[in-house]
């Protein structure tokens, strides 16, 4: 043992050395690199001295008896004490000006870019199996897996992005957005790339008038609440999500401090491809025919700190489902809708209230319907559609702070599907309520815990609930 411990301390001593070796190395380097640049500047200096010192001389030996002057907007004797410099001296200035100017290119455009972002890892404990681990969207059914805990930790959710804005010309000012996450799939410790949001945006602000055109959040139930769960309530009555799209935004003022806008959306219908019996099947698409989406919004005083938001909005579209009996092949068509209202109220500067509610069927790309679209049936290999699912529900949230460097979160939600449109086993309700604590290590760096109980109820036997705690560690940039 005696002899391990100092053969140890001998590694231990040699690496130090060829460390500090290293280190002094590298300071010497930078040290000669200094000492350089140091030694230009004070050339170019003198070169400087020189040229002002000679134009000084020149001023000296000049006649004093001068021509009346015309009026100057200077004192004469400012005129007369500036140097007056040969053509060699300003070529001579010049290169030096030259040198210290960069003439590369800008490494990502001639635009202006911004790069955002966090990075947030998650540690995470539940009572019970959960869809899907990582991020609660539901409780698996209790028959199958009895209080099956689980642990999870994930960097899974860490965002980068870029806001492009380019230049105004013609009233127009252009930009364009680019985000990026990692819950994209792949395994654990090799997650792929997911796209977020990738559009540009034509803006004209006197007119109060924007076209986008690219992929990005829908323009149905705007709102989330603030939570440690990377699905910020989906399937638990918050509805929305992101799609490839081609937007327009209207915004003016009525009377008495009426702000409203007008958003309108043909967006790309994305369906249950996976329920089709015909490979390669997407019934979105298969459809013919875009989603459409709009929503009205009116901001004006109310309580008197800042003004309330209230949004109407609302979606259709249809999807086609094609099914193989034998050589025959039959097409169905269910469509996907919704009604939803929106709420923003600030109370004051430490309180603000947001919710949502929602109706709808067929909303499972939508995040409704707890991940359920339209039922469906097989047998003897012959898939039957039967009807849309329907649903309902809502969240309410409350955001509290901040009070120095803490704030503080809860809010609950709940999603309710027709009994009637699942088969045995489907699920019928998801409810959840959560509390979050934020604390602030310094303006870019947040840890934050949550605590939040589930509640996901099946058609017959199942039922399940789940206490989640979470820890979250966020950097921003």
Not at 171 to 200: C, M, P, S, W
Not at 259 to 275: C, H, N, P, S
């Amino acid at each position: 043992m005696k002899h391990c411990n100092l053969l140890i301390i001998t590694l231990l001593l040699v690496f130090a050395g060829f460390c500090n070796a290293d280190n002094a190395a590298n300071l010497a380097e930078e040290n000669a690199k200094l000492k350089k640049r140091v030694d230009n500047l004070e050339k170019e200096l003198a070169d400087l001295k020189k040229i002002v010192y000679r134009q000084a001389d020149i001023a000296q030996k000049q006649p004093q008896s001068q021509p009346e002057p015309k009026p100057q907007t200077k004192p004469e004797s400012q005129l007369s004490d500036m140097p007056q410099l040969s053509n060699s001296d300003l070529q001579k200035i010049y290169e030096m000006i030259e040198k210290k100017t960069d003439k590369k290119k800008p490494v990502w455009s001639n635009l202006d870019i911004q790069i955002y972002g966090y990075i947030k890892a998650d540690a995470s404990y539940d009572t019970s199996r959960t869809n899907s681990g990582n991020y609660v969207i539901w409780v698996d059914r209790e028959n199958v897996r009895t209080n099956d805990s689980e642990f999870n930790i994930t960097a899974n959710e860490t965002r980068l992005g870029m806001k492009i804005t380019g230049p105004k010309e013609n009233r127009v000012k252009t930009g364009g957005r680019i985000e990026i996450d990692f819950y994209g799939g792949g395994a654990e410790n090799k997650a792929k790339l997911q796209l977020r949001h990738a559009y540009l945006k034509l803006d004209w602000p006197e007119e109060r008038f924007s076209i986008i055109a690219g992929q990005t959040s829908d323009v149905i139930s705007p709102l989330n609440p603030y939570t440690l769960n990377y699905t910020v309530l989906w399937d638990v009555g918050n509805i929305g999500y992101r799609r490839p799209q081609l937007r327009l935004t209207k915004s003016f003022t009525c009377k008495n401090n009426l702000d409203v806008k007008l958003d309108a959306a043909l967006t790309r219908t994305i369906g249950d491809d996976e329920l089709s019996s015909v490979a390669g099947q997407k019934s979105g698409e298969d459809s013919g025919f875009p989603t459409f989406q709009g929503r009205v919004g009116f901001t004006f005083p109310a309580l008197g700190y800042k003004p309330t938001t209230v949004g109407f909005s609302g979606h259709w579209g249809k999807e086609e489902y094609d099914a193989v009996s034998g050589t025959t092949a039959k097409s169905e068509e269910f469509e996907t809708w919704s009604f939803n209202v929106d709420l923003t109220q600030p109370v004051n500067k430490y309180l603000t209230v947001k919710g949502e509610f929602f109706t709808g069927a067929n909303l499972d790309t939508f995040f409704g319907g707890i991940g359920q679209g339209v039922r469906s049936t097989t047998a003897a290999g012959v898939t039957t559609y039967l009807e849309e699912i329907d649903s309902k529900g809502g969240w309410i949230a409350v955001s509290l702070g901040p009070w120095d460097k803490w704030r503080f979160n809860v809010g609950a939600g709940t999603d309710q599907v027709d009994n009637s449109d699942v088969n045995a086993g489907g699920r019928t309700l998801n409810q959840a309520v959560f509390g979050n604590v934020i604390y602030s290590v310094n303006k870019n760096t947040e840890i934050g815990f949550e605590i939040s109980q589930w509640r996901t109820e099946y058609k017959g036997t199942g039922d399940a609930s789940n206490t989640r705690a979470q820890t979250s560690f966020i950097y921003k940039f």
